[in-house]
Nanobody, 124 residues
């Protein structure tokens, strides 16, 4: 499985961006896609995830501002980011796994497949 992330950029506080993660290859029937981010000097942190049945999970810091969705026909997962803040500045990574239990969805160590990062910079 290969993942290709795109859509990052520079935006002002309060602005919006949409990240895309295009997947190629076969995942299991209970696959999960996740978005993680890593700011300079900080550990990688969970942002959002979506499962094949469209169940979603969000970090508390982005809930209500970010929306994860998927387009099965295009094999692509999106992260719509609204109301961006300077603290959202980070490299964003998409990840996937064929099967994760709910308690593992926010754990980056549990994902087998990773895309390259895309930089999101929010200016104040």
């Amino acid at each position: 499985v290969q993942l290709q992330a795109s859509g990052g950029g520079l935006v002002q506080t309060g602005g919006s961006l949409r990240l895309s993660c295009a997947a190629s290859g076969q995942l299991g029937s209970r696959y999960v896609f996740g978005w993680f981010r890593q700011a300079p000097g900080k550990e990688r942190e969970f942002v959002a995830a979506i499962r094949r049945d469209s169940a979603t999970w969000y970090a508390a810091s982005v809930r209500g501002r970010f929306t994860i969705s998927r387009d099965s026909a295009r094999n692509t997962v999106y992260l719509q980011m609204n109301g961006l803040k300077p603290e959202d500045t980070a490299v964003y990574y998409c990840a996937a796994d064929s099967h994760l239990i709910v308690s593992s969805i926010s754990d980056s160590n549990q994902y087998d497949y990773w895309g390259q990062g895309t930089q999101v910079t929010v200016s104040s």
